[in-house]
C-alpha cells in the first residue's frame, strides 16, 4: 500500500514509519527535519505549524491512506494538531485522497469543542477510576493541548473522508505487545495506558478495517 505518514519525526510517528517500512508498504514522510529519518522512503519536508497546503497535496496524490501522529509536545506547539489536520485534510481533498487516520486522546470524548460543546459528562467504556478521578486531573494538567485536539477532532469529523480517531489514553515508551484492546466509539474499560508503539500498530491496522471508517476507537491495555 502507498501510505503517506504525517509527523513521522515524532513519538508515534516514528514507530508508524518503522512497522511500514518493515512490513514493506511504500512510505511517504511528511516532516519538519529530514534529517532525522534514517529510513530509504519519500520525503517531503513541511512545517505543520505553518502549513504548506500545495506541498502536502502532492504528498498525498495517489496515497491509499494518511496516517498523522500530529500533536503537541510543549505549550509553544499549541495548536498544530487542529492547523496541520485542516491542512492534512485540505490536501487530501484536492488530491483525491480519502482514507485518513489520527491520534487523539481517550477524554475527548467527553471534552467540549466549538461543534460539540455539551460533549457526555462520561465516557461509556470508563471505570469508576477514570469517571471520577483520571479523566478530571488529565484535562486539568492538559487542557490546552486537549482544546487543540479537540478542534482538530472537529475538523476531522466534518471533512467528508473515511476517516478514523483513534483514542489511547496515557502513552509510554515501552516495546510493541501487540497485546492490546479496543473499543469502537467509546474508550477501553479498564484501560489507564499503552505503549506509542501498540498506538502505531492499531492506527497502521485501522487503514484496512471498515469497521473503524468514520468512528473513533479506544485503545488501551
Known amino acids: 500500500m502507498r501510505l503517506v505518514i504525517v509527523a513521522a519525526t515524532g513519538g508515534i510517528g516514528r514507530e508508524m514509519l518503522r512497522q511500514a517500512s518493515a512490513a514493506g508498504h511504500d512510505v511517504t514522510v511528511v516532516v519538519r527535519n529530514p534529517d532525522k529519518i534514517r529510513e530509504s522512503v519519500r520525503i517531503v519536508r513541511a512545517d505543520l505549524a505553518r502549513p504548506d497546503v500545495p506541498a502536502l497535496a502532492e504528498a498525498v496524490q495517489g496515497a491509499d491512506a494518511i496516517l498523522s501522529g500530529l500533536g503537541a509536545r ?4 499549541a495548536g498544530v494538531a487542529e492547523r496541520g489536520t485542516r491542512a492534512i485534510i485540505e490536501a ?7 482514507r485518513l487516520v489520527v491520534v487523539s486522546a481517550a477524554p475527548m470524548g467527553t ?3 466549538p461543534e460539540r460543546p455539551h460533549p457526555p459528562r462520561h465516557d461509556p467504556g470508563d471505570g469508576f477510576f477514570m469517571r471520577h478521578l483520571g479523566a478530571r486531573f488529565a484535562k486539568a494538567m492538559f487542557r490546552t493541548h486537549y482544546a487543540d ?3 482538530m477532532e472537529d475538523a476531522v469529523f466534518a471533512s467528508g473522508l473515511d476517516w478514523t480517531v483513534s483514542r489511547p489514553p496515557r502513552l509510554t515508551d515501552k516495546p510493541f505487545t501487540g497485546r492490546y484492546r479496543t473499543a469502537i466509539d467509546r474508550n477501553v474499560r479498564g484501560g489507564t495506558s499503552i505503549s ?3 498506538v502505531a500498530h492499531q492506527m497502521l491496522h485501522c487503514v484496512t478495517d471498515p469497521a473503524t471508517v468514520r468512528h473513533t476507537v479506544g485503545v488501551a491495555y
Open 111 to 113: 471534552f467540549p469543542s
Open 149 to 151: 485536539l479537540a478542534r
Open 92 to 98: 487530501a481533498q484536492k488530491a483525491g485522497a480519502t
Open 74 to 77: 510543549s505549550h509553544a506547539e
Open 196 to 198: 506509542r508503539a501498540d
